[in-house]
């Protein structure tokens, strides 16, 4: 992202202090609001690169937020909710609402410092609105009693990084020299890198944690136009809205002169 303005929305000043501390560390701006009118307010006047809201507040919370955000067509950046109760019912309103990452308080402020230089940095402007789907659909489906803490069923799991990964790097060694020079062809490479991460991906969890799987399995791989593919995460939602994108994730990866979808002029 270019700005590097972090809005900070909560009304505890002790923990708007602590998250500032965090993200003036990497050198970023911040913004402070203390009520949701006051940050809706900010949002509109200064567009900041990611937004760190607190769940809980007087009056409106977190949810209601960003669920304006949304409406007043302001929600162009990466939300992550802060909050105390590590529970399901918040990731369920927390994606209900447009919410793309969570951090319960009270553990490592390093855990909060990771989450914003994830967003800053990955190309990524919110969580893909097929993922967001399905992690909300599998949220719901969850009961109570079936897990302990939330927070142990959303951190990112190495695994699924290397089975991804592995599967990747497979198909792209059967690939002719200079493979992904041309634009279509890194597209193609997002269209079924994002398959095989969601085929690889069976919780809410997994589904939430989609952008870190896909960088994490970028850097693995390692591609020579690896640098190319951030621009391209900035506009992932058009992407992903392309048919060719969409066919392109169901087969292994070929040139892109081999596609059907190719051959039938699309």
């Known amino acids: 992202m270019d700005k590097g303005l972090v809005l900070l ?28 009118e006051e940050a809706i307010s900010v949002t509109r ?43 399901i019912d918040i990731i369920r309103g927390g994606l209900k609402a447009g919410g793309d990452d969570f951090v319960i308080k009270g553990g490592s402020v390093e855990r909060l410092k990771n989450r914003i230089a994830f967003w800053m940095v990955s190309g990524f402007l919110e969580l893909p609105s097929d993922l967001r ?15 302990s803490h939330v927070e142990d069923h959303i951190k990112v799991d190495g695994a699924i990084t ?13 690939m002719p020299e200079g493979y992904g020079l041309r634009l279509v062809e890194r597209v193609c490479f997002l269209g ?10 069976h919780t809410f969890g997994h589904f939430l944690r989609f952008p870190d799987y896909m960088i994490g399995a970028v ?9 190319e593919l951030w621009p391209l995460l900035k506009r992932f939602e058009d992407w992903s809205c392309d048919t060719r994108f969409v066919l392109s994730g169901m087969e292994p990866l070929k040139p892109f002169q081999q ?5 039938d002029g699309l």
């Open 9 to 36: 929305v909560d009304d505890e000043p002790v923990v708007l202090r602590i998250q500032a501390a965090a993200v003036q560390q990497f050198g970023f701006e911040t913004l402070i609001a203390e009520t949701v």
């Open 45 to 87: 006047a200064h567009r900041p690169s990611l937004i760190i809201s607190d769940v809980q507040m007087p009056g409106e919370g977190g949810f209601d937020f960003v669920d304006s955000l949304e409406k007043q067509g302001l929600k162009n950046m990466p939300v992550i909710y802060l909050t105390g109760y590590d529970d």
């Open 133 to 147: 789907r399905r992690a909300l659909a599998d949220a719901n489906a969850m009961k109570g009693d079936e897990f």
């Open 162 to 174: 290397e089975r991804v990964s592995a599967r990747i790097a497979e198909e792209i060694a059967m």
């Open 192 to 201: 079924r890198l994002s398959k095989v991460i969601i085929e690889e991906s």
């Open 219 to 227: 850097n693995r791989v390692n591609p020579p136009w690896k640098h």
């Open 259 to 263: 596609y059907e979808w190719y051959m």
